[in-house]
């Protein structure tokens, strides 16, 4: 039986006590004072009790109603049309990878169009022999600042970022729709602010609210339906699930794709998963609180092998799409038909 010690209030002297005599007074052994036994506090259970009660309401509201509502699991491309590497006075935003494309001046805004264009034109036919379901425009807002500002992740700032992309955006993607491809592009959960010119991305609280005008605008104006979140912040941000989960629910016709792979994420997007950084496989205990949850798999530079293990009946493999290259030949192999 435990003891515990105690002292009495008379005479100062301490002494050692069952606690099966909790409750009762107990005779000083030194003095015969009485001295009585407190009762057992119940301030750490009914504070235990409490947070195992919120953690299971945690997790119940992130799995109930639970599952993306997402049946074509058909390849996704990817495209980057823009390159900071390749950035020039002519070509501040380093399109189409080309220094010597001259986008200012008289006549660059045509030359760019045509570009553009041709661009689309060329993705479209890779996508369509790859068999995807659609792409995912990395960059629209050009690349005129190095990483890790490169991907804006902002549709709202084409207008402001490149003036060049603004006015032919619309005609950009309505080719792809039009080819029966769904389109999307990649927002942040931070906002884009500039201080004394410099850009950096600033984090925002109301995380929810920021994504969802990202997304409405993209909807709004291009009929974008898939959507990559850049720079997730993870396990280094508990309410980060809590906000997404709310955006899902609001937003329940767009597919999202956070950055890194994090459990919670399951419970209502597809994470994105890239085979030359992770292993690409789930824990089997998210495939037991998520049976009908599913990744995307970027399998740039993997080789079958790598695709084989990673690779989920479900899944959707995200590939190159702007050329035909063995990504490609790997979407077609790993390929779900739309259900």
Known sequence: ?????????????????????????????????????????????????????????????????????????RPIGALFPASNYHASAKNPR???????????????????????MDYADSSIAVLKRAGAQGVIVWNIEGEEYPHNISYIGDPRFVKALAPEMAP???EFFKRFRDAGLRVGVT????????DHGVPRQAVVLDMKQLLLDKIDYARTNWGATLFYIDSTYGIFRPDEALQLRRLAAQRP???????????PYQAFSAPY???RKDAG????????????????????????????????????????????????EL?????????
Not at 331 to 339: D, G, H
């Open 1 to 73: 039986m435990a003891k515990l010690k105690m002292t009495c209030p008379q005479c100062g002297k301490s002494f050692t006590c069952s606690t099966r005599f909790r409750g009762d007074k107990i005779s000083c052994p030194a003095c015969k004072q009485l001295v009585p036994f407190p009762r057992r506090s119940n301030k750490k259970i009914v504070i235990g009790a409490a947070a195992l009660l919120l953690i299971v309401a945690i997790i119940a509201w992130l799995v109930w109603p639970m599952g993306v509502q997402w049946p074509d699991r």
């Open 253 to 263: 016709d767009v597919l999202l794709i956070p950055e890194h792979h994090y459990l």
């Open 281 to 328: 496989v789930s824990s089997a205990l998210a495939w037991k609180l998520f049976p009908q949850s599913f990744e995307v798999l970027d399998v740039s530079d993997a080789s079958p092998d790598q695709v084989t293990v990673a690779w989920h009946s479900g899944d959707i493999v995200l590939f190159r799409g702007w050329y035909w290259n063995s990504d490609c």
């Open 94 to 116: 380093g399109w189409f990878s080309d220094p010597n494309l001259d986008v200012t001046g008289p006549g660059g805004q045509e030359r760019f169009k045509k570009a553009l």
């Open 331 to 339: 979407a077609q192999m790993f390929k779900n038909t739309p259900k």
């Open 168 to 170: 032919e955006a619309a």
């Open 187 to 194: 927002i942040r959960p931070q906002q884009l602010v500039f």
């Open 273 to 275: 998963v890239s085979l």
